[in-house]
Structures are given as structure tokens and as C-alpha cells.
């Protein structure tokens, strides 16, 4: 890596709009789909045209926002590996300004598909391309393998978004994630891709234990920790069976609060 030409480690890049961000975490089940449809639906509350693509083949972002993955005429499979255009793939969702690219089970296909595709890694910054001028921000819900879905997700931001669980062995899939993050920015793939943003979610306020993970998680990570931490809250848990974001379904629960949270502090570190 020594020889790599300086690749930039500052994490104070100016942003401006559009943001693309990359929501990823090497871990399951840590809250990344979560933080994406919640983050997503505050910031179009926000006035601001927000694209969710969902890069996971389990659709759950797609479903999460009210979308049924199985009645779909295109989805990202189609736009990685057929040729569909993005502008045809997206789909409106219950919240003005805030749109999905949804998935549906043939992109756990595409992982293999796409190793014989020209370009394979740059599929979708291209999508992303021929519709960035229509959005303010575009989320990328990042499956939690690293395969060429996951590299496609990072060759495609200019940011990645961290949410890290407030349990034991949180830390565990946030290493492999900077290793990642760090290959993808030396290949030559996306030189200025930076970890921007970590969100401390799934707090659990009656342990110590969460107390603890998040001093230890500042300590390490210093400002790009949001101030922001989201609680564990059930009704964040059941939102997404009802197929809407937590900002419709309680928009006055703990969840829908510390997300609307985390989308100012997000929007926050935007020029303007
Ligand atoms: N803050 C939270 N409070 C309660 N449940 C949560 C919270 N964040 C996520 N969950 C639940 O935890 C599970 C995993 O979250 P999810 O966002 O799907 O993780 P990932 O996308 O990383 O696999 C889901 O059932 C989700 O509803
Ligand atoms: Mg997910």
C-alpha cells in the first residue's frame, strides 16, 4: 500500500450536494436497512429528494418502504445486469421525496452474474449517474457480504455511513469494513471514498454495556460520531412489517425522533 499515491485519509472533505452515501457494515442484523429507510424518509421530510437503492437481495429496504418484491416489473438486479435503466426501476414511495430503487431475490444472482460483466464494479456508479441530477441524496443499503454487490455499493458513494450496534462485538464487522473501504480507495476504484459518518444504534439504556460501547466507539472515532444515538425501540422493529418508514408509522416515537436526528446532523455537514 506504501506505493499507493497518497491516498487521501482526511475526513473532512467538503460535501456538497448530491451526497451519495453508502450505508454499510460488514455485519447482519446491525441496523444498516433501519438506518437507511429512517434516515432517508427524515431527510425527505426535510424538503430533500432522496433516493434509496437497495443493493441486499433479502429486499428488506424495498419491502421496509412498502414495495412488494415479488409483483416487480425492473429492479436493481435488472439495472446491474440487463441494461435497465435506473429511471425506470425506481419506484415512488408514501413519503413525497423519497423514492426506492428496490431489489428483489434475482440480485443474490447478480454476485455471480456480474463476475463475467464488463465494468463489473462500476455498474452501479453508472446507474447512479443518469439520475443523480434528480435527488439531493442517494442511500445505498449495502448487503452485508462482500461481494461485488458490496463493491459496486463502495465504487458508487462518495461516503460511507456506519452504523455500528451498541453491544459486544460491535467492533467486529467495522474492521473488515475500514480494510474494505481502504481497498476500494487504492484499487483506484473510488480514490476519495472516505468513512464519513458513524451512527451508535440499538442503544440499550438500561445496560451499562451500551454506555460503554459508545465511549469506546467516540473515543476511536472521535467527531464522526453522530451526537445522535438511536435507541432500541420496538416500534422501529415493527415499522417495517407495516411497510413504512418510522417517521409515518410513530412519528413521535424515540425511533422517529433520533432519526429525524440523524438526518439533520447528516444534512448538517452539507455545504450550503
Ligand atoms: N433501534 C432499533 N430498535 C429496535 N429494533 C431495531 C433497531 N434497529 C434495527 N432493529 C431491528 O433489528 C433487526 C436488524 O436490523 P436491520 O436494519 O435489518 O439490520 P441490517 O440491515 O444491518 O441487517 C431488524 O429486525 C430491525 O427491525
Ligand atoms: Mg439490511
Known sequence: MSD?????TDTHQAKTLPRVIAIANQ???VGKTTTTINTGAALADMGLRTLIVDLDPQGNASSGLGIDTRSLEHSMYHVLLHGVSMEDCVEPTDVRNLFVAPASLDLAGAEIELVSTFNRELQLRNAIHSVIDDYDY??????????LLSVNGLAAADEVLLPIQCEYFALEGVGQLITNVGRIRTSGLNPTLEISTIACVMYDSRTKLSEEVVTDIRDHFGDKVLRTVVPRNVR?????????????????????????DIAQEVHDATKH
Do not use: M
Request: hydrophobic share 30%; with cysteine.
Open 27 to 29: 455485519k447482519g442484523g
Open 138 to 147: 442517494v442511500l445505498i443499503d449495502c448487503p452485508p457480504s462482500l461481494g
Open 4 to 8: 499507493a499515491p497518497n491516498p487521501p
Open 236 to 260: 422501529l422493529s415493527e415499522a417495517p412489517r407495516h411497510g413504512q418508514p418510522i417517521t409515518l408509522y410513530d412519528p413521535s416515537s424515540r425511533g422517529a425522533i433520533a432519526y429525524r
